[in-house]
């Protein structure tokens, strides 16, 4: 038996926390279920979701909508993180760069991008295209944005030594604008990766012939509830597991930064 | 090793924001010459190593370091800062080789200085720790042994122990002393500290502020063979005394 300091101890462990707070929930959730005050129909109980969850995955269903979301996300995000890094550390660096393109990008970040869609459907009709467009414009500019910031706040101390230590030119920027934004840039993915993952659900819900979002809203149709949880639970399991991997890459390549 | 500054002006901004900062500033360095600017905040003492380490071009007047003017920055001229003086991912000996591997110099080189200069600043061993891991005066001890790992001709030091507290600043003055006998190199030190400035150096130039320039001159004549006597030595603390008076009624006439 745990003597209570020891059980202090261990409560005050933010894992341990955590999954008292999800347990606690899903316990009300069963709970409430269980004892029938709320229609099925309203809210399934977890057995209910469970069974609709692995009838799904049995069928195949389930793996292959999560895949075809997680493949747009990682399509339009990609481009999106690849094209912000450079144009971000341009625009962080060069005060004229920075003056031509920041008012421009404020304004476009202010844009909903979901609002995007109509227009994108419009031209890239109803395919993988306009899906993927949407999570770049809803990403690209916070991204570019953020690193451009990250940029800004390198101390001038560490740029002006590496020049008088005989440095100039692109070895500054590898050697030391990057390594000290590194930490910045790899939380920027992550936080705007849930805005990417967000993205894609809602295009999916407008148009799709496979995907999370979709899946959801196809249960909604057919009032399936327990299959909309599935689709709920699934998509935050994904993005939580996306979350912890960039976490663990920081602590992992920047243990300098903690 | 000849470092001379001529006439040289500095004004920051443009039109009605024009603001002069340094009017007619001459200096004069030799190797081996320890040398100090101490000033008020505002002085412009930054602004002159600035111009030295050619991260500032001067509005008037010329910097010659060996008959060569002073057009951008170089590892002839080494520099430490007060705050953020090393890289943070680096460690203590990957920061001391940082300027040497920015140069290309070979593998072997590297590492045979890199230790060599870890040993000189009394780190060997904490060449693997990260500068988080290091204390404040360990820090600027490293940023130090960088600064000399590339042989520069003269040592630019900003109020290199400005963040440090006071007991930790004693002992770095000590190894600055110290370091500056065994090594005879050259430095510019800038300060705050009127007894930091005659403790180290054979000449201390006292700035007055708006605009920036150099109001008085000594020449430290003491005996540094023992530093901890030197502190509360009757001359030393006359001379202390006599410099922290005419500052005083300097930023009094500015009021
Ligand atoms: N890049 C710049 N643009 C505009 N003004 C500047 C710039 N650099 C310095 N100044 C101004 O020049 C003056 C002198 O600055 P400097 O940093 O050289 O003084 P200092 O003697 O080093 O002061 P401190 O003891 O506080 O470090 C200050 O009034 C400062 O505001
Ligand atoms: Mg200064």
Redesign the pocket.
């Known amino acids: 038996m745990a003597s209570p300091p020891t059980l202090r101890r261990l409560l005050s462990h933010p894992w341990v926390l955590g999954v008292l707070g999800i347990l606690t929930v899903f316990l009300f959730w069963l709970l409430v279920t269980s004892i029938g005050v709320v229609d099925k129909l309203f809210l399934p109980s977890p057995a209910a979701v469970w069974e609709a969850g692995s009838s799904q995955f049995q069928r195949g269903i389930l793996v292959n909508d999560a895949m075809a979301s997680i493949r747009r996300v990682f399509l339009g995000f990609v481009i999106s993180a690849g094209l912000a890094l450079p144009i971000g550390i341009a625009m962080g660096t060069n005060r004229t760069i920075c003056h031509l393109l920041e008012p421009l990008m404020a304004l476009i970040r202010y844009m909903p991008a979901p609002a995007f869609i109509p227009l994108l459907i419009i031209y890239f009709g109803l395919e993988e295209l306009p899906k993927v467009m949407l999570i770049f414009i809803g990403t690209f500019f916070f991204n570019a944005l953020m690193i451009m910031d990250a940029v800004k706040f390198v101390p001038s101390e560490l740029v002006e030594t590496a020049l008088t230590l005989g440095g100039r030119g692109l070895p500054i920027l590898t050697r030391v604008v990057a390594p000290f934004i590194a930490p910045q840039v790899l939380d920027t993915y992550r936080i705007n990766m849930a805005s990417a993952w967000n993205l894609v659900i809602v295009a999916e819900l407008v148009a799709a012939n496979e995907g999370l979002g979709k899946r959801i809203s196809l249960a909604q149709r057919f009032l399936r509830t327990d299959e909309i949880f599935v689709g709920l639970i699934v998509i935050g399991l994904i993005g939580l597991m996306i979350d912890l991997g960039f976490r663990f890459l920081m602590r992992r390549a920047c243990s300098w930064a903690n | 090793m000849h470092l001379q500054v001529s006439q040289v002006s500095k004004s ?2 443009t039109g009605r924001d024009l ?1 002069l ?1 340094l009017e007619d500033i001459s200096l004069e360095l030799v190797s081996g010459q320890f040398m100090a600017l101490v ?1 008020s ?7 002159v190593m600035r111009l030295i380490a050619g991260l500032e071009r001067p509005s008037a007047g010329t910097i010659h370091l060996d008959g060569e003017q002073v057009r951008r920055p170089g590892s002839d001229r080494g520099m430490v800062f007060q705050k953020y003086s090393l890289y943070p991912w680096l460690t203590a000996a990957q920061n001391v080789a940082f300027g040497l591997s920015l140069q290309g110099r070979g593998k072997a080189e590297i590492r045979e200085r890199t230790a060599y200069f870890l040993d000189v600043v009394g780190l060997a061993d904490a060449a693997r720790l990260l500068p988080k891991e290091l204390s404040g005066g360990m820090q600027q001890r490293v940023a130090i042994a960088r600064a000399l790992a590339t042989e520069p001709k003269v040592l630019l030091l900003d ?1 290199p122990f400005g963040a440090l507290d006071l007991q930790i600043r004693e002992s770095m003055q000590e190894f600055l002393h110290d370091l500056w006998r065994r090594t005879g190199l050259t430095a510019l030190l800038i300060t ?1 500290d009127i007894e930091e400035a005659l403790l180290l150096a054979g000449t201390v130039h006292i700035m007055a502020p708006r605009p ?1 320039r150099v109001v008085h001159t000594v020449d430290v004549g003491l005996d540094r063979s023992d530093l901890r006597h030197l502190r509360v030595s009757q001359p030393f603390l006359e001379l202390r005394e006599e410099l922290a008076s005419r500052l005083r009624s300097l930023d009094g006439s500015l009021l």
């Open positions: 920051f901004g603001k900062v000033g905040s505002g002085s412009g003492k930054s602004t109020e705050h920036g």
